[in-house]
Nanobody
Framework: HVQLVESGGGAVQAGGSLNLSCLAS????????MAWFRQAPGKELEGVAV???????TYAESVSGRFTISRDNDKNTLFLEMNSLKPEDTAMYYC???????????????RGQGTQVTVS
């Protein structure tokens, strides 16, 4: 049974930083594509960043240079370091995982419940 549990969200002032974590369980191998998505009120779900099994990363243009996605396979944890936060980064942030799909659209087989990030 695959489970993804996000943590680390909160409220921060513009220009500040937050670090999100996503603990994954239930996968039988580490070659899993993982990603962060976000959804602001009234807006569609947006791909934020992706990391594949060889640690190559992809970022949405809106967060490139400010956000960093990383993973610790030994701890089964995905991270999102967010710096220089802007009010438009306010959203519910979700982690997602899939054994095959590694894109920026929400075709991932598994998704967590989300953690709220609010930037004022």
């Amino acid at each position: 049974h695959v489970q993804l549990v996000e943590s680390g969200g909160g409220a921060v002032q513009a220009g500040g930083s937050l670090n999100l974590s996503c603990l994954a369980s239930g996968f039988t191998r580490s070659s899993v594509c993982m990603a962060w998505f976000r959804q602001a009120p009234g807006k569609e779900l947006e791909g934020v960043a992706v990391i594949v099994s060889d640690d190559r990363t992809t970022y949405a243009e809106s967060v490139s240079g400010r956000f960093t996605i990383s993973r610790d396979n030994d701890k089964n944890t995905l991270f999102l370091e967010m710096n220089s936060l802007k009010p438009e980064d306010t959203a519910m942030y979700y982690c997602a995982a899939d054994l095959g799909y590694c894109g920026m659209d929400m075709f991932y087989s598994y998704r967590g419940q989300g953690t709220q990030v609010t930037v004022s």
